[in-house]
């Protein structure tokens, strides 16, 4: 009996991605193991094994369809003695998304990524097959999709069909005036102005729209819940950097040799670590009815890629040397960079570090990523007066800190002992190395 092939959950939040890349076609023998295709998810492309072993009979979803939603079939795989024949018809609809086994089906409400599934039809009332992506495109460009061939699997319209294309008046005016209430641009509502209200406030302006991919939704929709539901307050506290830099050069001119050089923001990274050690309550996550105390110290530094970023997590940070965590951390951001992070490197911990110093930023208040209790924002350091403790006035190189925190985990006082814990750490780096 022919297989199957799902779209596979790549991680454990992903609802739905796009398939990039087929490394195999039609005809092609595979065995189990065996790179399929190349996968999008919100966060990385990801290469997608075979599970079973047979000749592909069918690919149901091309390349560079967008929106393809977990478990929807996107290839048909043929065991030894079977032909394309035995296809049936119901693996020969990708169009159709299969509910998961898993899904309750009082929840069938649709998402903002689910609005296209309202798929348009010609006159005659005949249906029109279009990826997600296809009709995005058409949509942004007035296209009307009845007047386009299909290319893809049973006749559906695909990206390349609609890229070409160009768009009618009657289109245009269809799309930016008729456009339907309960459209994709309704759940800004919550939020906002809608997508055509928006439109009409720069008619005769010139601009150009860039739909979101699947990072910038993910962002933008955990970012908004994030300062919606989480209850954040700020503390706020200026550290003196002077004993740090001067301990970082000796370290680094010793460490030359074997090809490493310590940032300061590898010192943060072993500050905030070995405060968490030092109090331990502020070492916990938010998870809905209770919190989770955690006892080693994962520590998640955000790096900024383009059009997002990555939060990876260095795991038993406190546990490890400075060298190490400047080796871990300068490869887990050149991979994040070119995307190639797995689920497990960029997910989990209890605490976020957000650096803006190297662009420059005195201060900042920084957003916390649930289920995390805290993020520390470091500005930039700068020579500032300061009062030594005999009462002089000195010249010191000051950084500007901020930690946001979570109310619902961390109380002020708790939160104060864990921010002193770090300024003391940074104060005083020989202690680190203790």
């Not at 050089?261 to 905030?272: E, G, P, R």
């Not at 331990?280 to 919190?291: I, L, S």
């Not at 520590?299 to 546990?319: H, N, Q, R, S, Y």
Request: aromatic content about 4%; overall charge negative.
């Amino acid at each position: 009996m022919p297989i199957e092939i799902l779209m596979p959950a790549l991680s454990p939040t992903m609802e739905e991605g796009t398939l990039a890349k087929w490394l195999v076609k039609e005809g092609d023998t595979v065995n189990s193991g065996d790179i399929m295709a190349e996968i999008e998810t919100d966060k990385a492309t990801m290469e997608f094994e075979a599970v079973d072993e047979g000749v592909v009979g069918k690919i149901l979803v091309s390349e560079g369809t967008d929106g393809v939603k977990v478990n929807t079939p996107i290839a048909v795989l043929l065991e030894d003695g079977e032909s394309a024949d035995d296809i049936g018809e119901t693996s020969s609809k990708p169009t159709e998304t299969p509910r998961s086994k898993t899904e309750d089906p009082k929840n069938d409400a649709p998402t903002p990524a689910a609005a296209p599934a309202a798929a348009p039809s010609k006159s005659d009332g005949e249906r029109i097959f279009a990826s997600p992506l296809a009709r995005r495109i058409a949509a942004d460009k007035g296209i009307d999709l009845a007047d386009l061939k299909g290319s893809g699997p049973k006749g559906r319209i695909v990206k390349a069909d609609v890229e070409g294309a160009k768009a009618t008046p009657k289109a245009q005016q269809a799309t930016s005036t008729d456009a339907p209430a309960g459209a994709a641009s309704a759940p800004a509502m919550a939020s906002g102005p809608t997508t055509d209200q928006v439109r009409k406030m720069y008619e005769g302006r010139e601009y150009e729209e860039q739909p979101l991919d699947g990072m910038r939704k993910t962002i933008a929709a955990r970012l908004t819940e994030a300062k919606q539901s989480v209850p954040h307050f700020y503390l706020r506290r200026d550290i003196q950097l002077d004993a740090l830099l001067k301990f970082r050069a000796t370290l680094n001119k010793q460490l030359e040799a074997r090809g490493v050089k310590l940032s300061v923001n590898d010192f943060i990274i072993k500050a905030c670590a070995l405060a968490l050690q030092q109090v331990p309550d502020a070492n916990a996550v938010w998870a809905g009815d209770r919190t989770l105390s955690l006892k080693p110290s994962d520590v998640a530094v955000a790096v900024a890629i383009e059009g997002g970023l990555f939060t990876p997590v260095l795991k038993d940070a406190d546990m490890k040397s400075l060298s190490a965590l400047s080796t871990e951390m300068k490869d887990l951001a050149t991979r994040a960079r070119d995307r190639k992070l797995a689920p497990h490197e960029y997910m989990g911990g209890s605490f976020a570090i957000s650096n803006l110093g190297m662009f420059g930023i005195d201060n900042f208040d920084a957003i916390i990523n649930p289920p995390h209790a805290a993020i520390l924002a470091v500005g930039a350091g700068a020579k500032k007066p300061v009062v030594g403790e005999d009462g002089e006035l000195k010249v010191a190189t000051v950084m500007s800190t901020t930690l946001s925190v979570d109310h619902r985990v961390i109380d002020g006082a708790l939160g104060a002992n864990l921010l002193n814990a770090i300024k003391d750490n940074l104060e005083n780096p020989m202690g680190m190395l203790a």
